[in-house]
């Protein structure tokens, strides 16, 4: 997850936050940017020290995500209105290193208990579909910047994996 972030990081600190539009409707980069911001941050968020029982997996998550896609959709237009482009920025920067701390927790022992309450799951499989996100939407942020298009091979193999339902 580090080496994509860091290829996040790297791209949007060139290009900048715009209002630039993305080929997702109503999203400009500022919105995207805003998206991927809530949607790594909710590893935090959404951690549990209870000793709740996951109940689905990466696939599963993936493929119930669009109630939580909306809640975070709502919040990424919100947190990127109230916040400047260096606010953004600085969050994007930060973000790389809170990745590379993920290493070292044992995720696989802890719980994400999402807004919706009934969707749990182990953290190392939220963090795999957070992989996804940044690889997807790192190709929307990409192509909108008009620049070429790059993933972390290890982050393409997390995507194609989910993907391919495995």
Not at 50 to 65: F, L, M
Not at 122 to 131: A, H
Request: proline share 2%; with cysteine; charged share 25%.
């Amino acid at each position: 997850m580090g080496r994509q972030a860091q290829l996040l990081d790297d791209l949007i600190t060139e290009y900048g936050v715009s209002q630039s539009p993305t080929r997702l409707a109503n999203w400009s980069v500022r919105v995207l940017v805003g998206h991927l911001l809530a949607g790594v941050d909710a590893i935090w968020r959404w951690r549990s020290d209870q000793a709740d029982s996951p109940n689905t997996d990466a696939v599963g998550y993936w493929d119930s995500a669009g109630a939580v896609a909306v809640l975070n959709q709502d919040w990424a237009i919100t947190f990127a209105a109230k916040h400047s482009d260096e606010h953004l920025l600085s969050q994007i920067r930060g973000l790389f290193s809170k990745c590379q701390d993920l290493a070292e927790e044992r995720l696989e022992d802890r719980t994400i208990v999402t807004p919706l309450g009934s969707l749990c799951l182990r953290g190392d499989d939220f963090v795999r579909t957070r992989v996804l996100e940044l690889t997807v939407h790192g190709f929307d942020l990409q192509r909108a910047y008009g620049a070429e298009l790059r993933a972390d091979p290890g982050a393409l193999a997390v995507t194609a994996a989910i993907l391919d339902g495995r």
